[in-house]
């Protein structure tokens, strides 16, 4: 099989996926169309294609996915990890706030602890999921990225932490119930628990910020990436807990995507 052969199927993913195999760009797999794959090429772009045939995500049906330059280890065992996500790590990671100690709740595959684990060699991360699942896939990614500064622990949010942290940071579940019944059809392969926050999306919201503040150090920062409908809600409640300090991001589709709190 040759390259123009999977080109002239017509279909964008599956030159995602042969960009993932073979470990090369699309610049090269349209200037390259004569190119022959190997058998075992051809034969995991076939497997993929009927994954994507029968509506799987494209990547679940790859296996793995690049977040914040690490490729990761992606199945239904947890939330795909967002593009939209990096914009929390780089915010983090170029802000001048105290980031010694962190602790990431909800860590499903574990990509926002990895990233910053691996662009923050002094700090210590602990990523915490109530999911034996998702845990035993952040383990493998950690173990495949060999960083010895993250670990990972089993919690209902705060339930089995007993540190204090200079940083707190979530990406929960934040979709409501209504919203999630209207979604893609691909989005139901993923883990309902890793997409729904209850009847209006703010469940997980209300109990981290509620028993946040026990677990932060003295100007602590608690930071979320929110649904595009949430800051006023999530600000609110912020406000009511007294943290200060309150800042909100937008993605870059101009959407409200960030909140920065810090500890009253």
């Known amino acids: 099989m040759k390259i123009k052969d999977i080109l002239a199927k017509n279909n964008p993913d599956l030159i995602i996926a042969l960009s993932y195999l073979i470990d090369k760009s699309k610049s090269f797999i349209y200037l390259n169309q004569d190119f022959t794959l190997n058998e075992e090429t051809s034969y995991d772009l076939k497997i993929i294609e009927q994954k994507l045939a029968k509506g799987e995500p494209l990547q679940y049906a790859i296996g793995h996915w690049d977040f914040f330059g690490l490729d990761l280890l992606v199945d239904k065992r947890a939330l795909i990890p967002r593009f939209e996500t990096e914009i929390l790590v780089e915010y983090i990671l170029d802000s001048s706030i105290n980031k010694k100690s962190i602790l990431d709740i909800g860590t499903g ?24 699942e998702a845990l035993s896939l952040a383990d493998e990614n950690k173990k495949r990225l060999a960083l010895d500064n993250v670990n990972f622990l089993k919690s209902d949010l705060f339930t089995n932490v007993n540190e204090k942290f200079d940083l707190v940071v979530s990406n929960p579940p934040y979709i409501s119930e209504e919203d999630y019944k209207s979604l893609d059809k691909k989005l139901f392969y993923e883990p309902k628990t890793a997409l729904v926050g209850g009847i209006d999306g703010l469940d997980f919201y209300k109990d981290i910020i509620k028993e946040a503040s026990n677990y932060l150090n003295d100007d602590g920062h608690l930071i979320f990436e929110i649904g595009y409908d949430q800051k006023a809600a999530i600000n609110d409640l912020l406000i009511k807990s007294d943290f200060k300090n309150i800042d909100n991001i937008k993605d870059y589709n101009g959407f409200d995507r960030i909140v920065v709190a810090q500890k009253g």
């Open 109 to 132: 595959t574990g990509a926002i602890s990895l990233a910053l684990a691996n662009n923050l060699d002094e700090s210590k991360v602990i990523g915490v999921d109530i999911s034996d």
